[in-house]
């Protein structure tokens, strides 16, 4: 059974840095980092493949969010730097069951608010 549990959000100041957690259990293919703000959609923020060499970034965070990858402890991490008010949000980790599935498995969220 595939679980995956976030861990790391919180409330910052604007300009701050923070880094989320995933860690993952179970067989998965690409991971990825969602954020859904309050009264918006869920929206795409990074995703990096199983090897780790191939990223994806939303325009939004292009340049100030980087996602990694530690195979051996099964964790993937969201490095964010110089956070706005706008990057206020419930983070989501998400991984697929097979290559070219959709974000099949989710996590439970975690709260990330940054104050101006």
């Known amino acids: 059974q595939v679980q995956l549990v976030e861990s790391g959000g919180g409330l910052v100041q604007a300009g701050d840095s923070m880094r989320l957690s995933c860690e993952v259990s179970?067989?998965?293919?690409?991971w990825a980092w969602f954020r859904q703000a309050p009264g918006k959609e869920r929206e795409f923020v990074a995703s990096i493949s199983t090897t780790g060499t191939y990223t994806e970034y939303a325009d939004s965070v292009k340049g100030r969010f980087s996602a990694s990858r530690d195979n051996a402890q099964n964790t993937v991490y969201l490095q964010m730097n110089s956070l706005t008010p706008e990057d206020t949000a419930v983070y989501y980790c998400?991984?697929?069951?097979?290559?070219?599935?959709?974000?099949?498995?989710w996590g439970q969220g975690t709260q990330v608010t940054v104050s101006s």
């Open positions: 998400a991984a697929k069951s097979a290559p070219f599935s959709n974000y099949n498995y």
């Open positions: 179970g067989r998965t293919h690409m």
